[in-house]
């Protein structure tokens, strides 16, 4: 059981980084940076509701956090593969 001051220390530190993340995908430079941004806002969400998970006591967090950890590493890899063309 995570104590509630420090969930909602750590919920608001997500946040803010989503909040960052997003003003890097409207500002970002470049594809790249955006997609970066993107998975940051992604992890982000799930590092939430994994603390989400824990401050209520739900068991069937973890599953869904292990599948979503995974469609998004298998996601990012596709999309830097979509960046890179035909460069290898």
């Known amino acids: 059981m995570m104590p509630e001051p420090v969930a909602m220390i750590v919920l608001v530190l997500l946040a803010l980084a989503i909040v960052l993340a997003v003003v890097r995908v409207v500002l970002g430079p470049t594809a790249g940076d955006s997609a970066v941004a993107g998975d940051l806002i992604f992890f982000a969400f799930i590092g939430a509701v994994a603390v989400f998970g824990v401050l209520f006591s739900i068991d069937a967090v973890l599953d869904i956090i292990l599948v979503a950890a995974i ?4 996601s990012i890899l596709s999309l830097a593969r979509l960046l890179q063309g035909s460069r290898r």
């Open 71 to 74: 469609l998004g590493f298998l």
